[in-house]
């Protein structure tokens, strides 16, 4: 057996502590190069990882190597060491594959890839200063959101969760995210600290922390460098136009950029003194910096919210004009796009509104309204199988949001698959209890079925607290006069006539039911002031259900030809509402026509092909 001092000069005759030396500073240097090509190129902290362990498990065998090859005389390699290599290589294999995981495909699986913000804490001490922290937390969320690789999250969904007291394994459940995001933001003077964790919601466990303490002026590059640094963590795959869009500086004005973050923060409270108020901030926005897109998206965007509040559609040229000055000076800027898509939506454009909601989706995978609004544009078009998949993409990135669950029952109860369509319903009422358009559709499903007690009932408790809502006192209208009830139908149609228009669906319903209870003269007048001289033209339609209504209109004139004009053009416009054709008594007269029966088959036909898609791609 050999002596300490004879192994330590066996050592030393073998070069063993030199090889050792050599491999471990070669290996740090290569350890320092993965490091650094990572940072500037984004590559997957996993490939760190993979390189430390071809390294470590390589020690071993470096050792045999110095030990048997290093004394100067050439040596065939032994069977002892080819044994040993072989288990270093195997070790190594094993080593990677626990790192990356078996696929190879992806380093991580699909749904660690998923991410929800939290709203950032405040620790400014100043309650006013509230919007700042809301504002970075939805800044970086929309830096995350533009990368395709990720799921996160909108901020609908998670402004539920500021202050909240629940626990992150529950909040990941509730929004089905891997990962969440939680940070904290301090403004004082001209510096800002922001801290942010990144946590495995499953484990509850850190995957990421960092604390930036910085200038005030460097706010943007920290929202930057968050995102990199997370997309790093997640190991997500970042194309070079994505890294481009997340290191664009929107403004290098701090005073224009909180006008910006005030001005967002008014918007969102959707009331109409709030909205003026975000239109003066965004425009003080812009006074500092005539250049800074997201403030003339965010002009656009109250413009156009302008007509919900003022009943009037004078604004939305302004919006128009302020959406294409916003992607004039940034073409990769999905927010003016969304504003575009939305103001083209108000004046009744969907060809163009879909292109511009397509491109707002194209440069930011995650957009949850503009996913949203691309299935609101198809359903439109009457194309409901392709609306249900757009708008349930929505809701994957927008669990929390109401609207779009009830968005997607709705689009099933079109298709006739009532038993979905009430699930969905149900779920955004769970979200949203005082909602009445879940109810309103509900109540369809139920007239639908011949149940007009459950019917009413449902639409009674809704008209005790909706009654200046025009869509609720119409579908009370269209119980009774489906149930037969025409007096009753009269009051509720002539509620909504007061709170739209007489030019309008429920005009003509109203014109119906004076007819059935013999009010002729009326009914006339109301036929007469629609059907004038410049309405006989069924190709200035671009609206299916107004298309439908002056079908409907020509049709109680007793001019079929013009019913049946107008009635195909509503088809080709989208018109798909094929169960209300079946048992609407305002066509009735036209049952026995061919052309019109021919119609309705195509119309079922359309519907059919639609239904059949959902089922057989499971949408």
């Excluded at 003022?310 to 959406?323: P, V």
């Excluded at 194209?362 to 439109?380: D, K, S, W």
């Excluded at 994957?396 to 699930?423: E, H, I, K, M």
């Amino acid at each position: 057996m050999l002596s300490f001092k004879q192994i330590y000069q066996e050592i030393k005759a073998r070069k063993l502590r030199k090889t050792l030396i050599i491999y471990i500073t070669s290996g740090f240097t290569a350890l320092g190069a993965v490091n650094l090509f990572s940072g500037v190129y984004h590559l997957p902290m996993v490939l760190f990882d993979c390189v430390l362990s071809v390294i470590i498990c390589g020690i071993p065998s470096i050792i045999v190597y110095a030990w048997h090859h290093n004394l100067g005389d050439k040596q065939k390699i032994q069977k002892k060491e080819f044994i040993i290599y072989s288990i270093s290589l195997l070790v190594t294999v094993v080593i990677i594959v626990l790192i990356t995981g078996i696929s190879g495909a992806r380093l991580l699986p699909g749904d660690a890839k998923t991410i929800a913000v939290l709203p950032f804490e405040n620790l400014s001490g100043n309650k006013e200063d509230e919007y700042f922290s809301d504002g970075i937390m939805e800044d970086i969320l929309t830096q995350l959101s533009k990368i395709s690789d990720l799921r996160v999250i909108s901020r609908t969904s998670m402004m539920q969760y500021k202050n909240t007291k629940k626990n992150l394994r529950q909040i990941g459940e509730e929004l089905n995210v891997a990962t969440i995001l939680e940070g904290s933001v301090r403004r004082e003077g001209n510096r800002i600290r922001i801290v942010g964790q990144l946590i495995d919601a499953r484990k509850d466990e850190h995957i990421w922390a960092e604390t930036y303490d910085r200038e005030l002026k460097d706010v943007f590059a920290i929202q930057t460098e968050v995102a990199k640094n997370i997309a790093a963590s997640l190991q997500a795959i970042l194309s070079p136009k994505e890294l481009e869009q997340i290191e664009n500086k929107s403004t290098a004005n701090l005073d224009a950029y909180t006008f910006y973050l005030r001005g967002r923060d008014y918007f969102y409270h959707y009331t109409s003194q709030d909205n003026e108020k975000a239109i003066e901030l965004f425009r003080s926005a812009l006074k500092l910096d005539p250049n800074y897109a997201l403030a003339y998206a965010g002009l656009a965007g109250a413009y156009g919210r302008k007509q919900y509040y003022d009943n009037t559609q004078e604004w939305i040229d302004s919006a128009l004009t302020l959406g294409n000055k916003a992607i004039s000076i940034n073409p990769d800027l999905a927010e003016g796009y969304k504003a575009l898509g939305d103001a083209y939506t108000s004046k009744g454009n969907n060809p163009a509104a879909l292109t511009q909601y397509v491109k707002a989706v194209e440069l930011n995978p995650n957009y949850g309204a503009a996913i949203a609004n691309v299935g609101y544009i198809y359903y439109q078009y009457g194309s409901f199988d392709e609306a249900v998949k757009w708008t349930k993409k929505a809701v994957v990135r927008d669990p929390g949001f109401a609207r779009w669950s009830s968005n997607v029952g709705l689009q099933y109860f079109s298709l006739g698959y009532d038993s979905l369509a009430t699930v969905w319903l149900n779920k955004a009422l769970m979200l949203q209890p005082e909602f009445f358009f879940p109810n309103i559709v509900l109540a369809y499903i139920d007239l639908y079925a011949n149940r007009f007690d459950a019917a009413r009932l449902r639409i009674n408790k809704l008209l005790s607290n909706y009654s200046d809502v025009p869509a609720v006192s119409e579908t009370a209208g269209d119980i009774e006069l489906v149930s037969g009830n025409f007096k009753l139908a009269k009051q509720y149609y002539e509620n909504t006539a007061k709170l739209t228009s007489l030019m309008s669906a429920a005009g003509i319903k109203l014109s119906y039911v004076l007819i059935k209870l013999d009010q002729l003269a009326e009914a006339q007048k109301i036929l007469r002031n629609y059907l004038t001289p410049d309405m006989e033209d069924p190709n200035q339609f671009s609206d299916g259900s107004m298309a439908y209504y002056t079908a409907v209109a020509y049709c109680l004139s007793q001019r079929n030809q013009m019913a049946l004009k107008f009635l195909q053009r509503s088809l080709e416009l989208g018109f798909r509402e094929y169960r209300w054709a079946l048992i609407d008594p305002l066509m009735f007269s036209l049952r026995n026509d061919e052309k019109y029966k021919s119609l309705i088959n195509a119309l079922k036909s359309k519907i059919t092909a639609m239904r059949n898609r959902v089922k057989a791609e499971n949408l």
